[in-house]
């Protein structure tokens, strides 16, 4: 079945949605270093670096389009006029909606973070009603879903919203778009699973093309590595001798809120004067006997190695999120708050993991 991938990012969601068979005959990604990762790891796919609002479906001269597939930022509500900024209406998301309308797929699958549940607009109506209300004015039944990603093979306990909908002319049954849960709690893969094979480098260490030193230790890290000679974009950060200092203090379940105050967050500019402001989530050091917590964009400062004094490097947080290390991530490794583009750490930590697309992909394929 063709699928259009819409918010591409740098590739996930059509990633796993190929696993299933299913063929991305087009993405649309405004953003140019993921696009170029897109682009890179999906060669024989087209890929628009466009505005999405400045996008006719009419004029994109597909043929006919059995499923769309993406995440609309949930961040981007207008700012314009007197309109309400947190309705979804004012955001990416209506454009989504647009091209299901005008596209008809027979599916769609949108997917947000968990915090939408609860997000509710200046009149107190709940953002996920008036999402549900209007797919269902354009004659789509919807199953909205929190599903966990531990619970199809990803080593990450990531939390997230889908909305899968199936027009209204095919049968829909919500139970069988459940994707079947291949783990349980006791089977869930460890946050070590994934990353204990790759080069134990230090901070500033790594190449940008490396060779394996170890071979795979479990069917995981065999799956990550098929087809794969070598291994890219694993370069750890280069940290300043007080940062390391502060993560030798940092503890499994610790963060830098945990630490002495000699080792906190220094001020912008003022090295000397302690910063104040202390986040409970950064420099946290994950168990290596657990799932890895959700990573997110902004991982690079959320965690830090479980066993190194050194933030996650970019293929690290690839085999978190299951992608395979065939998968080369484009971009700067990392970039300034100010810089334009999404750096490959941000890449990553925005995608869709495929393992937890390839599972919604085979739920739809039974009813479909």
């Given at each position: ?34 696009s170029e990762t897109y682009s890179y790891n999906h060669p024989k796919i087209p890929v628009l670096t466009k505005d999405i609002r400045k996008i006719d479906p009419k004029k994109l001269n597909l043929n006919k389009i059995d499923g769309i597939i993406g995440g609309p930022p949930c961040q981007g509500f207008s700012l314009s006029g007197n309109r309400d900024t947190k309705d979804p209406r004012n955001s990416l998301f209506i454009d989504f ?272």
């Amino acid at each position: 079945m063709k699928i259009l991938d819409l918010f591409a990012g740098c590739g996930g969601f059509s990633l796993g949605f190929q696993m299933e068979n299913f063929k991305p005959c087009l993405a649309i990604e405004i953003d140019q270093w993921a696009s170029e990762t897109y682009s890179y790891n999906h060669p024989k796919i087209p890929v628009l670096t466009k505005d999405i609002r400045k996008i006719d479906p009419k004029k994109l001269n597909l043929n006919k389009i059995d499923g769309i597939i993406g995440g609309p930022p949930c961040q981007g509500f207008s700012l314009s006029g007197n309109r309400d900024t947190k309705d979804p209406r004012n955001s990416l998301f209506i454009d989504f909606v647009r091209f299901v309308k005008i596209l008809q797929p027979k599916f769609f699958v949108m997917e947000n973070v968990k915090g939408l549940l609860s997000m509710k607009t200046k009149k107190n109506l709940l953002v996920k009603d008036i999402i549900l209300e209007e797919f269902n004015k354009i004659k789509y039944n919807v199953s909205l879903q929190v599903l966990t990603s531990a619970n199809y093979g990803v080593p990450q306990v990531r939390e997230r919203v889908f909305f899968i909908g199936v027009r209204e002319d095919l049968p829909f049954d919500k139970n069988k778009l459940i994707p079947k849960i291949d783990f349980s709690k006791k089977q869930y893969l460890k946050l070590w699973d994934a990353i204990s094979d790759l080069p134990q480098i230090n901070s500033g260490q790594g190449k940008l093309k490396q060779k394996y030193l170890l071979k795979p230790k479990n069917n995981y890290q065999k799956l990550m590595r098929k087809n794969s000679k070598e291994i890219f974009n694993h370069v750890a950060m280069r940290h300043t001798d007080r940062l390391i200092e502060r993560f030798k203090q940092i503890k499994y379940g610790q963060s830098v809120k945990d630490v002495d105050k000699r080792y906190s967050q220094r001020k912008r500019g003022a090295a000397n004067e302690i910063s104040g402001k202390v986040f409970s989530q950064n420099n946290m050091r994950p168990y290596p006997n657990l799932p890895s917590p959700t990573v997110a964009a902004s991982f690079q400062s959320n965690f830090i190695h479980p066993y190194l004094n050194r933030n996650f490097t970019a293929r690290e947080a690839a085999r978190i999120q299951s992608f395979p290390d065939t998968y080369i991530f484009k971009g700067k490794r990392t970039t300034m708050s100010w810089e334009k583009y999404l750096s490959q750490y941000q890449q990553i930590g925005n995608a869709v993991p495929p393992l937890m697309a390839k599972a919604i992909a085979k739920s739809l394929k039974k009813i479909l």
